[in-house]
């Protein structure tokens, strides 16, 4: 009887720290979308991308198939320059929250609130230089996906025709843009 209660005793404990273990494991999801017949684009989906055509905001949209294609079309590219829009503002977030680090104290501090204000007015302008450069259907499921891009270049050239933005803010950003850039791309 004693042995059967150690052995009990022995493959309780052992289960509950198999069962903790499993709880505190990492979750880990795959990005490929597993469309072997797809283009990688697809697979890989919305990403700030470095390579040697530049520094590049990605953005994918997919629309499920529908009666009208060019409804489709249009459905699947503006959600493709939405999340270019998304990426864009939580980069522009981390120029911003950088920026306001940088800058701490001096005279040429700028209130958060009105850095915060340029900053989404940059955004909303860049947004005019994203272009679709690319769709694919799935004749699977006649789904379209499509994906747009702003280039790290065009949005410097945008800063540079606002008038009305702060200069430190301008200089900052100018000096820096793709080295937060380049320190995102690498996270993602």
Not at 54 to 74: C, E, I, N, W, Y
Not at 149 to 169: A, F, I, S, W
Request: net charge positive; proline share 1%.
């Amino acid at each position: 009887m004693r042995i059967l209660y150690t052995i009990l005793r022995a493959g309780l404990i052992l289960g509950m720290g198999l069962l903790m273990l499993a709880c505190s494991s990492k979750t880990t999801v795959e990005s490929d979308l597993g469309m072997s017949h797809a283009p990688d684009w697809v697979n890989e989906g919305t990403q700030y991308l470095n390579k040697g055509d530049g520094r590049l905001f990605h953005g994918v949209g997919q629309t499920p198939a529908m009666g009208d294609s060019s409804l489709q079309k249009s459905t699947a590219d503006n959600r493709a320059r939405a999340e270019v829009a998304r990426i864009l503002s939580s980069y522009m977030d981390i120029v911003s929250r950088d920026y306001s680090e940088a800058t701490g104290s001096g005279k040429d501090v700028v209130s958060q609130q009105a850095v915060f204000r340029q900053i989404k007015n940059l955004t909303k302008v860049n947004l005019t230089g994203v272009r679709i450069i690319g769709r694919w259907r799935n004749k699977k499921d006649g789904s379209i996906f499509s994906i747009a891009e702003l280039d790290m270049k065009h949005m410097k050239k945008t800063l540079g025709m606002v008038t009305d933005m702060n200069q430190t803010l301008s200089r900052y950003i100018n000096q820096h843009a793709n080295n937060i850039f380049d320190k995102v791309a690498q996270e993602k």
